[in-house]
């Protein structure tokens, strides 16, 4: 039986640090222990990235396959030069532009990471957030901090508090709820080894955004095309990921068309008996009235879908919804990470 402990859950504003409970937090974090925190993108489960039992802990309370690497956070550029062997130039420059931010990048690291943290590669994922707790806790513990996603592993990330009591009461040491984040979904994580920097997992920085700064950048193979055959770069991609207990059907093609398809799938799926919902946008709400829908956002801004993704498929289980019929929306910006987790969290696409 796998132990249970106590979880402390605290509240704390992201624009007021109370900074006695990121004491008692950097303590936890100091001791060997796992707290839970906000940032920009989703909520992450930190452990002190230097103590390999630490670090354990994590893993085991997600569930985690042991070969998936983790992303190491530091509070201030210079510490990069801990972790990391000789510091590319493409790197000080992504990180003049980008850092604090939701840009994860991968770099030959130093000894001082271990294979535990990196999986055996030879390379480390360094991420600088913006969250205010989350730097608050960094620096107060004085460690580089180990967080991935705060979900149990294969389930949507937590973008609120409610999620990671879900799947981590009892886990963790502590939960720090600093309310919804604003992203909502996870950082891109960039190979910067090379001479041209390669996208291997696209998130709020986007492909367009990188080569304003080094003037190029590709995607890697893995992550334009869902071809079991291309092995990804970031071996947490090769995982099912994201996915809530219900089957996720993701159609493409214009809206319309989308839109058709959807409400006759809706009514054969709901005559076979089963509990099926539509995860809509406020453009298209108006097409399925008196169907069971969520509205994940506005397809004018981008953010607003961003943010509420993962929210939207889990309040779709808290409903029992046995079938999800999700839109797609155009790969353009934040519009690429929005379509690679849809991609991810569904089983089938129908292309119209
Ligand atoms: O926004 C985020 O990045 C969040 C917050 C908490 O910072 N964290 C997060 O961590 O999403 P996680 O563990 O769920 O995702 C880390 C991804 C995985 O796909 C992993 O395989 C990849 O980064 N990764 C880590 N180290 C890597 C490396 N050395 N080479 C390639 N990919 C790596
Ligand atoms: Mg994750």
């Known amino acids: ?39 920009e993108t989703v909520y992450g489960i930190g452990a002190d990235a230097l103590n390999d039992e630490a670090v354990d802990k994590i893993f085991s309370a997600k569930g985690r396959p042991q070969d998936n690497p983790l992303i190491v956070h530091i509070a201030d550029f210079d510490e990069l030069h801990d972790l990391i062997e000789d510091v590319p130039d493409n ?167 989308i839109a058709r398809k959807i409400n006759e799938d809706y009514e054969k799926i709901q005559s076979e008996g089963k509990r099926v919902g539509i995860m809509s946008t406020v453009q298209t709400e108006n097409y399925y009235r008196g169907k069971v829908t969520i509205s994940c956002g506005d397809r004018t801004n981008l953010l607003t879908i961003s943010s509420n993704l993962f929210k939207c498929l889990r309040d779709f289980d808290h409903m029992g919804t046995e079938v999800i019929l999700a839109e797609s929306v155009d790969e353009e910006g934040l519009g690429k990470a929005i379509m690679n987790r849809l991609g991810k969290a569904s089983s089938e696409t129908i292309n119209l």
Not at 11 to 17: A, L, S, V
Not at 194 to 206: F, H, K, N, Q, S
């Open 1 to 39: 039986m796998e132990e249970i402990i106590k979880t402390k859950i605290v509240k704390m504003d992201p624009e007021n640090i109370d900074w006695h409970i990121i004491k008692e937090a950097a303590e936890i974090i100091n001791k060997g222990g796992v707290v839970v925190f906000p940032t």
């Open 91 to 257: 790197a000080v420059k992504l990180a003049e532009k980008y850092w604090p931010g939701p840009l994860t990048m991968i770099l030959y690291k130093k000894n001082i990471l271990s294979d535990k943290i990196t999986a055996g590669l030879d390379t480390a994922a360094i991420r600088l957030p913006v969250s205010k707790i989350a730097l608050a806790l960094i620096k107060e513990s004085g460690k580089p901090i180990a967080a991935p996603s705060a979900n149990i592993s294969g389930k949507p990330s937590p973008t609120e508090a409610s999620h990671v009591i879900e799947d981590l009461m009892g886990k963790v040491d502590m939960i720090i709820d600093g309310g919804s984040t604003e992203i909502g979904l996870e950082s891109t994580v960039a190979d910067i080894t090379g001479d041209v920097a390669v996208i291997l997992r696209p998130g709020g920085i986007t492909m367009e955004d990188i080569v304003s700064v080094l003037g190029d950048c590709k995607y890697d193979p893995a992550i334009i095309k869902c071809d079991e055959k291309i092995i990804p770069k970031s071996p947490g991609q090769k995982y099912r990921h994201y996915s809530p207990r219900a089957k996720v059907i993701l159609y493409k093609g214009k809206t319309e068309d």
